[in-house]
């Protein structure tokens, strides 16, 4: 195995592969994941007129809906009009893995790796991952909130963040897409969000914000449990479920970037002044 690559992408999550995809075409490409296998925990919903524009991913659209349902706490429901498309995670994912894996630029993903460092030399930048070096001349962070260089950097002002902890569920009925519904459970807010798929499941999951990350992880699934097997929800949900689906996301502001040219390298990057051709994501 080469260790010397153009680009190495941290995480592949779909914006990782998205990326990998597309610079794998006439660079190499090194996508490393900390866990055994390409996460599949979120589900992605975009407006339809996106997908024709890269009619090659057409065939991972799972489902298509001309309107959304946002729901008060006190049921006045607003309906929003337009055209949507439910991605299949599997589908998507191994779409964009197939493509990384089949360039001809000899691209990779490589999983069960856990970056946690790297080293700025003359001429290429050292990533470490679990027990391997790497070399390579851009590093992109698609970590997320996970991300070691986000907190480390202090890129962000983290002002809170959003929790989801959800389920495939089989349906019992039929459901209409559910953008939103505000739902108080208990003293704090929850959001709930349905989409349901052609083959009689449905993506549910409920999103809680919080300033801090404590134990709300267990109290979501308790929550979700509630709502799916003993609110009037239940008589659209089957209530054993298997994949589950989770996630954190980071609500904050930008620090202050700009666009800086590498003489070394002779390419545009983000720059925080603290670290040339290194962009988080």
Known sequence: ????YDIIILGSGIAGLLLGSELSSKCKVLILEKEKQIPIQKYWLTDLKNAPVNSELL???????SF?????????NY???????LWNTNKLTDFLKNIVLSSTTSSTVITNLKFFTYQNLDNVIQVYASDLKFNCKILIDCMGSSSPL???????????????????????????????HNINVNKNPLYLEV??????????????????????????????????KKSFYSKYFYEDYADVLYG???????????????????SCCISNGFNKNVVNL
Do not use: H, W
């Open 248 to 266: 954190i996301i980071p609500a904050g502001n930008r620090k202050y970037f700009f666009l800086r040219r590498s003489r070394t390298y002779k």
């Open 150 to 180: 986000i907190y480390a950097k202090n890129v962000v002002n983290i002002c809170g963040f959003y929790l989801m902890y959800g389920a495939v569920l089989n349906t019992k009925a039929k459901i209409e897409p559910i953008g939103l």
């Open 59 to 65: 065939s991972c659209v799972d489902s298509e809906y």
């Open 195 to 228: 989409f349901p798929t052609k083959n009689n499941n449905a993506y549910v999951t409920i999103i809680l914000p919080q300033k801090k990350i404590k134990n709300a992880i267990t109290t979501l699934k308790e929550d979700f449990d509630f709502i799916i």
């Open 1 to 4: 195995m080469k260790m010397t």
């Open 68 to 76: 959304m349902d946002f729901i008060s706490y006190n049921f006045i």
């Open 79 to 85: 309906r929003l009009k337009g055209n949507y498309a």
